[in-house]
């Protein structure tokens, strides 16, 4: 029986199912599934089909003929529209159209002449993964029910490479178990007749980037608003963030559009510097029916807050563990106020602006603009001339890239210019990670350069889909988190029909030197206010980070006190120690621990059953 905490009762936003074949053996398999609040959809023949919890208002399900269809998530869709989809459906591969088709952020479940088909979204934020449990192949949207069934122990390699910084793909998609398959976001899950066989099927490819960005503003903003719809059309109190950002503002100005009552919410920054509130303030004077709360700066939680009082049920480490108890501050007294969904801008960064690494193709096929606007971006970001020429001048395909960073895990990180131009940030570990943890990154970075592929030919898409799914990795631990929390959030800016919009859009009109976002600029034109559209920057919270470093070293000495990773023979428990009592240090200037206490506070978190298999683990 998957092992849960008393309190991680489901509520809405938090489903978490497993999907079994129509077979008398799978029967047995899905009591493994079983626990308090379960709840059970079965196939025409009465076998168990999904197992999980979930809340109604997060499950619709609908059957025609021999044909049964679930969509799970946020979805505006009823069970009489999705029966007829389910009597048009004549092939599983019909599903990735299907999803094509509607707005929101969901799973989509088929069950057809005895097939299975499972997809999660192209985001990366409802995932899917599977395993043989007693000779049956199970579905699941969490990868520790999984394993849980499966009674595995985490895998120690992947533990030893998400301490790496960053993990890069296809590295980080791998599941935290031996025994446990992941299905990448653009593929489908199929299960055959025999509940044993299975092959992964592509739905989903990202758009060519060509449309102009004039003709595409209308279509971006035409599904930001779906995308927010989807959230806020049966009314009652939505609350929003308001930073004062371009990518807030967006999406409160749309929901105060929507039958829903808006509570705006602020947090103004401890930094002097930070002109967030003066941003929240213009825009909320345009939102007379809005009600506009600003907290107080010194109240927020600091990043690093918390960090030993964490038992969230992860699937795998998080960096989103650092800010969990900002994320989470407010939502208490949004509650209160009666919100019932909490909206965020994230994922505007990461959609409506792109990589500058398409100017590495740009500066072939257009060399003359190009040649503009790099010198622009060279002194925007301040990047030397001669270290742009020579990211210019790195041919190499994804595969030697990333075989090339297992030689250079311990070197200081490369000029931005190279990174940005190029097929991401390299790897990289950190003094107090063991050469045992080293020499089993090195090998598994070679093993996977054998056959790695990139998102995509172009660096530039293969960075902004790298970037989105790094979000939304960390996005889809806070949604879980927010909630058990009792308010679930939810990011309108990471849809699969918002990131097509605006992945579609030319990257010499979507990323450029001389204007800030300028395609959410031009596709919230006529619903925000112009004045509250002119803001080119955004801030960075680092006062907040290193403030947070120094105020809770003590939770961090302790965290490192009893440290299973160094049990595991992973880290330096003495030097992670000695960082505590010196947070301040040149050593961390150029170093990062985010990635190793993401592991650690996993670790900590794992059911005792678990915890204990690690702690054997060779």
Known sequence: M???????GTGPGDAHFTVLPDREEAAAVARSFSSPGTRVLKHASGRPWLVGQWHDQDMVSARAG???LAVIGCCPIDATELERHAGRLRDLAGLGALARTLPGSFHLVAALDG???VQGTASGLRL????SVDGVRVAASRADVLAGALGAEPDREQLALRLLWPVPHPLGEAPMWQGVTAVRPEDTLIVAQDGRTVRHSRWWTPPEPVRPLAGSAPLVREALTAAVDARTRQGGVVSCDLSGGLDSTS???????????VVASTWPGRDPADTDLHWATLAAESLPGVDHVVWDADASPLVYTDLLAIDDLLDEPTI???DRSRVLHHLPAMAERGSRVHLTGIGGDHVAWCSEAYYHRLARTHPLFALRQLRGFRALWQWPLTTTLKALADRRAYPAWLADTATH???PL??????????????RLFPWVTPDTEEIARQALRRAAEDAAPHHRDRGLHADLEQIRSCTRIIRQWDRMAARAGVPMASPFLDDRVIETCLAVRPSERVTPWQYKPLLTAAMHGVVPDPCLRRTNKAAASMDAADGLRRHRADLRALWEDSHLERLGLVDGAALRRLAERPSTPDLQHATLYSTIAAEVWLRGLPRTTKAAARTTP
């Open 409 to 411: 895990l311990r070197d």
């Open 414 to 427: 490369p000029p931005t210019a190279i990174t940005s131009l190029g097929w991401g940030m390299p790897p």
């Open 128 to 131: 899917v993964f599977h395993a």
């Open 251 to 261: 999406i409160c100005f749309l929901a105060a559009r929507s039958p829903a009552r």
């Open 115 to 117: 097939r299975l088909g």
């Open 2 to 8: 998957t092992e849960l905490h008393e309190s991680a």
């Open 320 to 322: 989103g563990v650092m």
């Open 66 to 68: 021999h044909t049964a």
